[in-house]
């Protein structure tokens, strides 16, 4: 349902931090001056729906973002929800699902042998929001010679 071109575009989620999230979008194409667009989240299928409790707005007053503290995703999926509302036109809706951005690993410690020549470099899993397999993660390691 709603006109085309209305639903907010490049809908992005980030976690940071383990339990902080950013939620950023733009305003429609075809949305009018009216147009206000509402955010609704829920962790998991089973929990309930929240509403963005503390919106970003551009210099209209319109919504085009929210911050989220305390964020828990305790499963795989996290599930997000935008409408709108405008006198002039019905607001298409748009449902997303979100990704996380890892923060680095934790504790990297490094032991170098200069007999051997070589270096062994160990580290701990990075905290997150919700994956708790550390068999989940694949590292780079970039080696610089100074």
């Not at 609704?40 to 503390?54: A, F, G, L």
């Not at 997000?80 to 449902?95: A, Y």
Request: glycine share 4%; aromatic share 14%.
């Amino acid at each position: 349902a709603g006109m085309n071109g209305t639903a907010i575009e490049n809908f992005v989620c980030v976690i940071f931090n383990v339990s902080f999230m950013n939620c950023t979008w733009h305003v429609g194409k075809t949305a009018t001056e009216d147009t206000q667009y509402f955010l609704y989240w829920r962790p998991s299928m089973k929990e309930d729906v929240t509403e963005c409790q503390n919106y970003i707005k551009d210099n209209y007053g319109k919504h085009t973002g929210c911050r989220f503290q305390n964020v828990t995703i305790k499963y795989k999926n996290a599930y997000f929800l935008v409408n709108g509302s405008s006198s002039e036109k019905n607001i298409h809706i748009s449902d997303y699902i979100i990704v996380e951005k890892l923060t680095p690993p934790l504790n990297v410690t490094v032991n170098c042998t200069e007999a051997s020549h070589r270096c062994s470099i160990w580290w701990q899993p990075p905290r997150t929001s919700h994956v708790k397999k550390s068999s989940c993660f694949q590292y780079e390691i970039v080696i610089e010679n100074k």
